[in-house]
């Protein structure tokens, strides 16, 4: 997948003058998961399905566009996602096979299954496929050298997605090139919608109900939305 300029990307929205889903790397890592976290729900799962037929289709519903250092986390950390969500599973499914133990023991004349296999079902992998044809339908978006000076002087001010707790580099240069086509659109005077979607809510919120203030004046400035999760970003696409 070739990373297209900022200007490039621009173009290609404006030519398919559909809406524009931004999407973090937990977002897309959170379809692999989905099924040991709860928080995220079946309505998300939908909305997954949803967005990707809307973006594949022809011509497209919708464009959807990842920052390259999406791209490169999403590679970096999917095999550990997929292995710990075996494992998850595996415990669950341990989990059950005591209860239906448990069950035959009471009442030894019911027939009780006495295991049950969860990843006999196809997860996670159905699950990374379905994240890899998302980021194979978006438009990767290069980083580029002001987006790297501002995110490093968003760290060094600890403005949000920034925090004091870890490093937030990377968080800070998805942003900001995020930011930056945003504006470049609103500039172009493109008026469909522009949503910036992420489940790390502990940064972008920071303990506010929503996008977190010193945000907000930035996203409003570019008229880019925020939503938290999966479900919420279908909502706010649909909102026109």
């Known amino acids: 997948m070739t990373a297209l300029s900022c200007s490039d990307v621009a173009a290609h929205i404006m030519a398919a003058g559909v809406p524009v889903l931004l999407l973090d790397t937990c977002l897309v890592l959170d379809i692999v998961r989905a099924p040991v976290r709860e928080p995220i729900t079946v309505h998300d799962i939908a909305a997954v399905h949803t967005i990707s037929v809307r973006a594949s289709q022809s011509p497209p519903a919708l464009t959807l566009v990842v920052d390259e250092q999406v791209l490169r986390e999403f590679q970096e950390h999917i095999d550990d996602v997929e292995s710990e969500t075996v494992r998850d599973l ?11 133990d448990r069950i035959a023991a009471l ?17 996670p992998a159905r699950g990374r496929r379905l994240g890899e044809v998302i980021l194979q339908s978006s438009l990767v978006l290069e ?3 002001d987006e790297v000076v501002k995110a490093f002087s968003r760290v060094n001010s600890v403005v949000p ?16 090139s995020y930011l930056r086509l945003a504006e470049a659109l609103q500039s172009a005077g ?4 522009r949503v910036f979607a992420t489940s790390n809510t502990k940064d972008y919120q920071q303990g506010e109900s929503s996008l977190h203030s ?27």
């Open 90 to 100: 595996k415990k669950i499914g341990e989990s059950v096979s005591g209860v239906l």
């Open 107 to 123: 009442d030894p004349g019911q027939t009780v299954p006495n295991s049950v296999d969860l990843l006999s079902l196809g997860f």
């Open 143 to 145: 980083d580029h050298g």
């Open 161 to 176: 997605p920034a925090t004091r707790a870890k490093q937030s580099v990377k968080d800070c240069v998805i942003i900001e």
């Open 190 to 193: 493109f008026s469909r919608k």
């Open 214 to 240: 010193a945000l907000r004046s930035e996203f409003n400035a570019a008229g880019l939305e925020y939503s938290p999760n999966w479900s919420a970003a279908r909502h706010e696409l649909d909102r026109q």
